[in-house]
Each structure stands twice: as structure tokens, then as C-alpha cells.
Nanobody
């Protein structure tokens, strides 16, 4: 089993920044994918960004140029730096992990483990 714990959510004004962090515990996440999804009220969960084991960050179009995902493989942590935030970024953000998957994955069904989520609210 893997436990994922997110931190760093909160309330920020449009144009501001937030940094989300996620720490994994339990089963080793060696050779795994990790990333972030989000879910706004009344909407489906959507891909935000992920970092593959074999190297490389992938972003949703809505995140490109504004968000940066980083990963510390040794510590099984992943972070999401979010800049130039917009009201439409308001959502619960979830950290995700897919042990044994080394490529790039952008759909919820690809991920076996999910954190509890952290709320991000961007006011206009």
C-alpha cells in the first residue's frame, strides 16, 4: 500500500502563486509515475501534470507555462508550483501515484493511489 499526503493548498488572489507538496509513504515508489489531478465542483477529475520515472514532465494545456512539477525520486515526493493562478484553477487537487508504470499517463484510471486532496481557491 501507498499513502499520499498533500499539503500547501489555500486561498489566493488571481495572479498569485501556491506550491503543493506530496509525500508518499509505505510501499516503494521506485519505477513509478507520480502527478496531480484536480476536480472542481460539478466537474470530472482532470489531469494537471505528471512526472514519469524515465524522465520528463507532462502538463495539461491549461497548466503549461504557469505550473511546474518537480519530483525527488529518492524521497518519493512530488511538488506542483502554481503561478499566475486564475479563478478557474479553483479545485481540489489530488496527488497520484502509479507503482510500476514508468511512462506518461494522463487519465485517472492509470493511477492506483490517490491522496485525500487539498483545496485550492483562487479569488477574482
Amino acid at each position: 500500500q501507498v499513502q499520499l499526503e498533500e499539503s500547501g493548498g489555500g486561498l489566493v488572489q488571481a495572479g498569485g502563486s501556491l506550491r503543493l507538496s506530496c509525500e508518499a509513504s509505505g510501499r516503494s515508489l521506485s519505477r513509478s509515475a507520480m502527478g496531480w489531478f484536480r476536480q472542481a465542483p460539478g466537474k470530472e477529475r482532470e489531469f494537471v501534470a505528471m512526472y514519469s520515472w524515465i524522465g520528463g514532465a507532462y502538463y495539461a494545456d491549461s497548466a503549461k507555462g504557469r505550473f511546474t512539477i518537480t519530483r525527488d525520486k529518492a524521497k518519493s515526493t512530488v511538488a506542483l508550483q502554481m503561478n499566475s493562478l486564475r479563478p478557474e484553477d479553483t479545485a481540489v487537487y489530488y496527488c497520484v501515484a502509479a507503482p510500476g508504470r514508468t511512462g506518461a499517463y494522463v487519465t485517472p484510471k492509470d493511477y492506483d493511489y490517490w491522496g485525500q486532496g487539498t483545496q485550492v481557491t483562487v479569488s477574482s
